[in-house]
């Protein structure tokens, strides 16, 4: 079994370079060793090639820039209208869950607890400033 995975990694390796081989053999045909030709056949080269890959870098940068943003516009229109709720505490809380487990991860040890207060704090404001204010009239009298 392990030997079949083998041969057929080889295969596929022996496949792509053939591919790899043949584009490059067009290419070669095509535009030929680029620094033996003239100069202005240099500067034709280059100017069409950078050309080429400016114009579809566009296209494709546009293509992109519609899709994401008309997507970002979408959702936020449909969670306007009540066809989606986001239950922004429950991702909150995930993403504190995983922020622990990469930094258990990195680090080796989980956050402390003073980590946790301070995100306790953070996370619910107005209670957290009750208990301080409890505190402070509770150690005044």
Known sequence: MVSNNKNLKNEINKEMSNIGNEAKGFLERFIGDVSKKSAAKQIFIGTST?????????????????????????LQIAANEGYI??????????????ADKAEEAITGEGPSWAD?????MKDNSYAATSFVGGFLIGISF
């Open 50 to 74: 950078g050309w080429v890959t400016g114009f579809l870098t566009m296209k494709v940068g546009k293509i992109v820039a519609v899709s994401v943003g008309g997507s970002i516009i979408l």
């Open 116 to 120: 946790k207060i301070k995100s306790f």
């Open 85 to 98: 709720t986001i239950d922004w505490n429950k991702i909150t809380s995930k993403a504190n869950k995983l």
